[in-house]
């Protein structure tokens, strides 16, 4: 998924040397040759930052994505404490949606317009909510492509396929599950892997919180040893705590495999928990909504933390 530029981009609107110190910093941080990794990393997205204004968004996106890997890499790989490579993600997305400013601008506008369809046909609670929850997923997979940097119906989330005739959907590449939505309780609704230029770092992990319309956020209870770890004895958790997403991978990865749905869950919800213990896991919930008036989907996160 990784966009690797073999030169910096050449603009006419400035940022030169800007260019040259972001080069400096980021290849003494991908290097781990910086005496202070830490402070490297902060200068590092501080440089990204200053950056914007002089550089075409096209331009911006390629060095956001490079910025975000070295960030995540040395993050992974134990050298920084902290969470830059989210910030670099930030500065992606905004610059990214200058290019794509709605969902007509990816490859998501076919689906957007299945929802908008949806919606036109419905006439139960049950068909209104259905095509609400559509319109959700659609934003989710809008937003993460922004925050990424790149539209993942054309990369990792492409033509997803249902897993043995269920709702599920997915994607692997190489025997390992990159992509996949959820369509029952106890899960995540949504799961994304972002493999890393440095094989030996582990993959960036997003999950994920689709909502449609005016659906609110509810609580859920934990696997009682979950509840336990965490402190949470007789206690419930908001769907906008990051230990939600946790709790809901706890029981993921402890899917029965002997079914290929079973399968795909097991491996997700491990997937998480070893991002959340190297760092480098992500909470994304966004909310979306059918624009009848101009017939899209429209929406925005909610949530975005590591």
């Not at 073999?6 to 040759?33: E, I, K, M, N, W």
């Not at 994505?65 to 993600?89: E, H, L, P, Q, T």
């Not at 997979?141 to 033509?159: F, H, N, P």
């Not at 929406?299 to 590591?306: A, D, V």
Request: some cysteine.
């Amino acid at each position: 998924m990784s966009v690797s530029l073999t030169s910096y981009p050449r603009t006419s609107g400035g940022g030169g040397s800007g260019l040259v110190r972001f080069q400096g910093l980021l290849d003494a941080l991908a290097a781990a040759t910086a005496l202070d990794m830490e402070g490297t990393a902060r200068d590092l997205l501080a440089t990204l930052r200053s950056l914007s204004g002089t550089m075409s968004d096209a331009d911006m996106v390629a060095l956001a994505i490079k910025a975000r890997d070295a960030m995540a890499v040395a993050k992974g790989r134990g050298w920084v404490a902290g969470s830059y490579f989210r910030d670099a993600m930030l500065v992606c997305a905004s610059h990214w949606m200058a290019l794509h400013p709605d969902v007509a601008h990816t490859g998501l506008a076919r689906r957007a317009q299945g929802a908008v369809a949806s919606r036109l046909a419905a006439t139960t609670s049950v068909a209104l909510r259905a095509s609400a929850e559509e319109a959700g997923t659609v934003a989710w997979l809008y937003q993460v492509s922004a925050l990424l940097g790149e539209d993942v119906t054309a990369t990792v989330a492409r033509a997803p396929a249902a897993i043995a005739g269920t709702r599920y959907q997915a994607c692997a590449g190489g025997g390992v599950l990159d992509y996949l939505e959820c369509a029952a309780s106890y899960n995540v609704n949504q799961f994304l892997r972002i493999r890393l230029p440095d094989p030996a770092a582990p993959a960036l992990v997003i999950a994920g919180e689709a909502k449609g319309g005016a659906s609110g956020y509810g609580v859920v209870k934990g696997p009682r040893a979950f509840m336990l770890a965490h402190g949470l004895r007789g206690t419930t958790i908001s769907q906008r705590d990051m230990l939600y997403p946790l709790s809901r991978a706890a029981y993921m990865a402890r899917a029965n495999p002997a079914d290929p749905v079973g399968r795909a869950r097991r491996e997700a919800g491990r997937a998480i928990v070893d991002a959340r213990r190297d760092g480098v896991f992500m909470y994304l919930a966004v909310r979306g909504d059918i624009d009848m008036a101009n017939r899209t989907v429209a929406g925005q996160w909610e949530e975005f933390k590591c």
